[in-house]
């Protein structure tokens, strides 16, 4: 149980163009998604917690107009890295919580890898 | 606010050798703790966690934790390491309920030899 999965697990892409990421809860109902970003050989980096059907709240130095969050259902958050350039290749994991007996543990997805010409 | 420190970038061990990854945190209130262990470019996957009860806990593949409250420490153990130990792992803190961010040491990476 507590699936997580990512989706594609890794894009290439021009810079200038945007790039969409879908993160799913495969067998339970995920109320809060989370979407870290890490950089080669560090830790994560959250940027932004989404609740279903709520806005995103966004970390500190985190631009909501470029990394776009939508958590549309109880199973699926997309991420948007909108006009991508080279600085935001990266490798970004997604993670889901749910309110039911396991509110305390985040069940992480595989990640994917973002590059950007 | 909570922080996490992990002692050792990398800590190197032999085939079937005791393994100990050191993990002291800081949070003003009782906290949940957690080990997740990553492979490369993968996601993390849950070792462990300490929520409340016991605080000695035992995960998957061999590994344990140890919650010391007096030492805020939640060291990372397991007493005879294999090769497909190799990883990066992370200590994570959050607080206790849950409801709140994860907030992840920097990572130590385990090196396994023959």
């Known amino acids: 149980g507590a699936v997580v999965s990512q989706h594609p697990s890794r894009v290439i892409c021009k810079s200038g163009t945007s790039v969409k990421i879908e993160c799913r809860s495969l067998?339970?109902?995920?109320?809060?998604m989370f979407w870290y970003r890490q950089f080669p050989k560090q830790s994560l980096m959250l940027m932004a917690t989404?609740?279903?059907?709520?806005?995103?709240?966004?970390e500190q130095g985190v631009e909501k107009d470029k990394f776009l969050i939508n958590h549309a259902s109880l199973t699926l958050s997309t991420l948007t890295v909108t006009s991508a350039h080279p600085e935001d290749s990266s490798f970004y994991i997604c993670?889901?919580?749910?309110?039911?007996?396991?509110?305390?543990?985040?069940?992480f997805g595989p990640g994917t890898r973002l590059t950007v010409l | 606010a909570q922080s996490v420190t992990q002692l050792g970038s990398h800590v190197s061990v032999s085939e079937g050798a005791l393994v100990l990854l050191r993990c002291n945190y800081s949070s003003s209130v009782p906290p949940y703790l957690f080990w997740y262990v990553q492979y490369p470019n993968q996601g993390l996957q849950l070792l462990l966690k300490y929520t409340t009860g016991a605080t000695l806990v035992k995960g998957i593949n061999g590994f344990e934790a140890e919650f010391k409250k007096s030492e805020t420490s939640f060291h990372l153990t397991k007493p005879s390491a294999h090769m497909s130990d190799a990883a990066e792992y992370f200590c994570?803190?959050?607080?206790?309920?849950?409801?709140?961010?994860?907030?992840f040491g920097k990572g130590t990476m385990l090196l396994v030899s023959p």
């Open positions: 994570a803190v959050t607080r206790i309920g849950g409801y709140s961010t994860l907030t």
């Open positions: 989404s609740n279903e059907g709520s806005k995103a709240t966004y």
């Open positions: 993670s889901a919580r749910t309110s039911g007996a396991f509110t305390d543990t985040q069940y």
């Open positions: 067998d339970f109902q995920a109320t809060t």
